[in-house]
């Protein structure tokens, strides 16, 4: 079936760091691609998507290009800031019968040290 | 305001009781969904509806059973809870098939 797997565990970064978290996907045809971000104590919140080859997606300087020949979608941002800690899914959403479906990563811990 | 809403923020209760937790969005979708969080942050999705039909039905204890009234609601009861249904239940919507979910603060079940 479909999946998902993105950086696992905890990044930690200083302030000004440049960010990348990996995220790989296994489906079929082209995937809708998703990147969500997650505060302490909220909901996750969507940040970005994107649905075609080589199409980017970004949001509040974040950004993800669709790779398709490397079934890729890295979230990456040039120079974090502390409140940029917080909890990142990339997430996937299948064609056809998965349609109604989207299918998340185990998320990464991102810790930004002022 | 146009958000997801969910109630109760909180619950304790004891094993074998039974809970319900609500969720309501004004944002005009049509499909709704609820995912499980566990302590890991891992996001598992439990149930999906469109336009109050069940889309999407994980793999879940027979004792979870969403409820939908209508398009903007969609409620989740628990019968008979049970120690490893303790976590966050996260409420969702988006429009169509879509695209972005916008998910409510969510519902911290501790079950003692």
């Known amino acids: 079936g479909d999946s998902v797997t993105q950086t696992e565990g905890q990044v930690a970064l200083s302030e000004e760091d440049f960010l990348t978290i990996h995220c790989n996907y296994s489906?079929?045809?082209?995937?809708?691609l998703f990147w969500y971000v997650q505060y302490p104590g909220e909901g996750p919140q969507f940040l970005f998507r994107?649905?075609?080859?080589?199409e980017k997606g970004s949001s509040r300087g974040f950004e993800a290009t669709y790779n398709k020949e490397a079934t890729s979608f890295h979230l990456q941002k040039a120079s974090v800031q502390e409140s940029d800690s917080a909890v990142y899914y990339c997430?996937?959403?299948?064609?056809?019968?998965?349609?109604?479906?989207?299918?998340f990563g185990k998320g990464t811990h991102l810790h930004v040290l002022p | 305001e146009t958000a997801v809403f969910q109630t109760p923020n909180y619950h304790v209760t004891q094993v074998g009781n039974e809970v319900s937790f609500n969720c309501k969005q004004t944002?005009?979708?049509?499909?709704m969904y609820w995912y499980k969080q566990d302590s890991k942050k891992l996001l598992k999705i439990m149930f999906s509806?469109?336009?109050?039909?069940?889309?999407v039905n994980e793999t879940v204890p027979r004792r979870f059973s969403p409820q939908s009234s209508d398009k903007a609601h969609l409620n989740l009861r628990i019968k008979s809870v049970e120690p490893e249904d303790s976590a966050v239940y996260l409420c969702?919507?988006?429009?169509?098939?879509?695209?972005?979910?916008?998910f409510g603060p969510g519902t911290r079940l501790t079950v003692l």
């Open positions: 509806y469109n336009n109050k039909q069940l889309i």
């Open positions: 997430a996937l959403r299948g064609g056809d019968t998965n349609a109604y479906k989207v299918i």
């Open positions: 969702a919507s988006s429009s169509g098939t879509g695209y972005e979910q916008y």
């Open positions: 994107a649905s075609r080859d080589k």
């Open positions: 489906a079929s045809g082209y995937p809708a």
């Open positions: 944002l005009g979708h049509d499909t």
